[in-house]
Each structure stands twice: as C-alpha cells, then as structure tokens.
C-alpha cells in the first residue's frame, strides 16, 4: 500500500499563476510533512515542511496547507514563475524513520 | 547551513565490479542516513536506513550482500555496490537527517553501467 500518494502527475500553469499541488497520506501517525523539488539534473532539495500542531505554513511565495482529519496536505505556489518548472515530491514520516515520498509532480510554468 | 556531501557525482563501471560512493554531513550530526535510488521516472526506491546505535535496516529487495553500508559515526556513510549490473543504473542518494527530522540530500551518484 503505497504511504503517500501525490497528484496531478504533471501540472502546467501560466507564470502569475497558483500552482496548487495535492498529496495524501495514509498513517496517521506520521508527524513531519516535507515538500521537496527536484531540477533536471539535480538532485532533491527541501523546499518547506509542515508539522501537524499547524494547518498551514508560509515561506514567502510557497504555502502548504494541512488538513489532519482528511490527511491531506497540498503546496500553493503563488504567482509561478518559469524559474519554479521543476519536478516536485511531497513525503511524510515519523519521528526519525522512515520518509515516504510521492511519485512527484512535474510542473511547467509557462511564460 | 546544513550540507550533505555525496561523492563520486558520477561514475562508470565495468559490469560485474563494484563501486563505492560516499556521503558526508556538514554543519549538523545525522541522527540517521538513508540511501535511496532514484528511477528514471523519479520514483524514490529506500535502499536502507541506517540509525547510529541501531542496526542497518535493509529494504525489500535490497541486501547487505549486495549494498554493504558503512555508518561508523554521526557525519559520515559510505554504501558500496557490489558486482554492479545495468539494472543497477540509476542515481544513487543519501538522506541525512537532523534532530529535527529535516532531511537533506546529498547531490546524488549517478551509475552506469558498461
């Protein structure tokens, strides 16, 4: 049973655009909620994360927001830009074991 | 800041020998590394996590025989893979992770195979 499922597979938006990325999981346990992108070429790296004491978290244009009683959280990038056009992972995990990550989201944000 | 360094970038092998690629936390202690593959469908594939004090726990489908881990202190991993074959290729990553359960990776390794 797949832990963290992660939707659309791939998104397109115009730059000035949200961009709204979705992820579900399934252990309710799970206490940490990282997003990760990935550029082509380049390994992943920690764009934001979220714990579940809050139901949403800002970090400047990059928003996630959390919703414990359906166990789902989704990543807004407000007013995309180009530069935003990477693959995007959301993952989940507790305490200090295992991360479970998404399939990824392409996203491609059109000038 | 956090870093994680993960050395070789690349590397190229004959089929059947083995490779050795390291990993290495700066700025922080890992509470635990963890190494995944990389598909080329970006798909995350945990090898093992490997918790100091604890013993290395091995992934279905993946083994010691095969991916021997080293984790001897708080900074510092390496994984070897042995006997490597195509189905092997891929981009090898480490995941360190801090007290805060953040966890960074490493720029990754990218295997051929010849």
């Known amino acids: 049973q797949q832990q963290v499922r992660q939707s659309p597979q791939s998104l397109t938006v115009w730059e000035g655009e949200t961009a709204i990325l979705n992820c579900s999981y399934e252990?309710?346990?799970?206490?940490?909620f990282p997003w990760y992108h990935q550029f082509p070429g380049e390994s992943p790296a920690l764009l934001i994360a979220i714990r579940p004491v809050s139901n949403k978290k800002e970090d400047g244009r990059f928003t996630i927001f959390f919703n414990k009683r359906e166990k789902k959280f989704s990543l807004h990038i407000a007013d995309s830009q180009p530069g935003d056009s990477a693959t995007y992972f959301c993952?989940?995990?507790?305490?200090?074991?295992?991360?479970?990550f998404g399939d990824g989201t392409q996203l491609v944000v059109k000038p | 800041g956090a870093l994680v360094y993960q050395y070789p970038r690349r590397t190229i092998c004959k089929s059947g020998t083995s490779m050795r690629m390291e990993c290495q936390a700066v700025g922080f202690q890992a509470t635990s590394v963890a190494w995944y593959r990389q598909s080329p469908q970006k798909t995350f594939e945990l090898i093992a996590l490997?918790?100091?004090?604890?013993?290395?726990?091995?992934e279905q489908n993946f083994t010691q025989e095969k991916f021997p881990i080293s984790h001897p202190n708080l900074s510092f991993s390496s994984m070897t893979v042995l006997n490597a074959y195509l189905e092997d290729r891929g981009l090898y990553l480490c995941?360190?992770?801090?007290?805060?359960?953040?966890?960074?990776f490493g720029a990754g390794t990218r295997l051929s195979v010849l």
């Open positions: 995941g360190a992770r801090e007290q805060q359960n953040t966890l960074y």
């Open positions: 490997s918790t100091v004090n604890s013993a290395i726990k091995y």
């Open positions: 252990d309710s346990t799970f206490d940490y």
């Open positions: 993952a989940a995990s507790w305490g200090n074991n295992r991360i479970f």
